[in-house]
């Protein structure tokens, strides 16, 4: 099952993310069920995420959001998981 996770940024926590970036790197390596993944901008400025999660159920994806570094650091405004189908590419 894929998963989108769009994730908004809090207002002025470019350094949450940029403290919080290699950890947040390393936990997608690590755990493997991620099919793209990358920031969202504003210009050149990082405010948010969208990452593609391939996991068995929206239960994992919730898992797997709430696990992620970015997260447990408090840098999200809002983290919304919708079910998502691949078309083209």
Not at 2 to 31: C, F, P, S, V
Not at 37 to 45: E, I, T
Not at 50 to 59: Q, S
Request: proline letters at 2%; a negative charge.
């Amino acid at each position: 099952m894929l998963i989108a996770l769009i994730a908004r940024d809090k207002d002025g926590a470019l350094q949450t993310r940029l403290d919080n970036r290699a950890a947040h790197l390393a936990y997608i390596e690590e755990t493997g069920v991620v099919a793209q993944a990358g920031p969202l901008l504003d210009g050149d400025a990082m405010i948010g995420s969208l990452i593609i999660l391939e996991v068995e159920d929206m239960a994992a994806a919730q898992n797997w959001a709430d696990n992620d570094p970015y997260a447990k650091a408090g840098l999200f405004q809002s983290v919304d998981l919708i079910t998502w189908k691949k078309v083209i590419g």
